[in-house]
């Protein structure tokens, strides 16, 4: 089977996201809020190279950033 | 459905073999036309090794109704409803924003899902809303993630105004 989304450089992870945001998205006021807390992430990591700690980035960002980068260099 | 309703109608017509009155019923005979069925999401079980009579799920190949003995398989699921057919209470429906069923030998049914909720927890506004809203990213000129992520968001919310009516 061939998806759109995985022609345009997306993972099933990603797609399962984007769908379960969306879901979430469309709830009532009262379980809308509390589902979604489960959406929020804030992850930050560093690179360490040469024994020093490189800057501090956020995870989601970097991940939206690098899904470009590899739909545009023909990956994934 | 109705045709394999028939064909166990007809086969308890047959004569029984001849049995004591008081005999119990055994194990094989209690589960026998029953379902396992697990419903699980990451923060909640909905089912957890419930008997059920038949759950209908909408797989990536098509719309498909499991009873107990069913084949076993693993479906890829599509955003949209699931039916339950309960022993004693009816029909219970779920949306669920897409997953796995896995249908094991012994009338085992696991259906894994990141979202799932029961189907008067949804606001049609809202999904109207979001629905304008998403097929204004398609038909803009956004990245081709966006345009890809915003099709997403359609087929879901496409599947879920049908599933509100």
Known sequence: MAFAWKAAGLTYNRYLAVAARVVRRSLKEEPRLQAERRGEMDLRFAKWQNGKQGDNKNLAEANASARVDGAEHGQQ | ???????????????????????????????????????????????????????????????????????????????????????????????????????????????????????????PEAVRSQIAEAQKIVGGGGSEQDIAEAKIELEVLESLQASLK
Do not use: C, W
Not at chain 2, 15 to 41: C, F, G, H, M, W
Not at chain 2, 99 to 104: L, M, S
């Open chain 2, 1 to 123: 459905m109705s045709s394999l309703r028939l064909a166990r109608a007809t086969a308890r017509l047959r004569p029984l073999p001849v049995r004591l009155p008081a005999q119990r019923r055994n194990y094989a005979e209690a589960v026998s036309d029953k379902i396992k069925l697990t419903l699980a999401l990451p923060h909640q079980s909905i089912y957890k090794s419930t008997d059920v009579v038949q759950v209908n799920i909408p797989a990536e190949s098509g719309e498909m109704g499991v009873l107990a003995n069913h084949v076993p398989s693993i479906e890829q699921l599509k955003p949209g409803l699931v039916q339950i057919g309960e022993e004693s209470s009816g029909s219970k429906q779920f949306f669920l924003s897409g997953g796995f069923a896995i249908v094991q030998p012994g009338s085992l049914l696991s259906i894994n899902a990141v979202e799932g909720f029961p189907l008067e927890d949804f606001s």
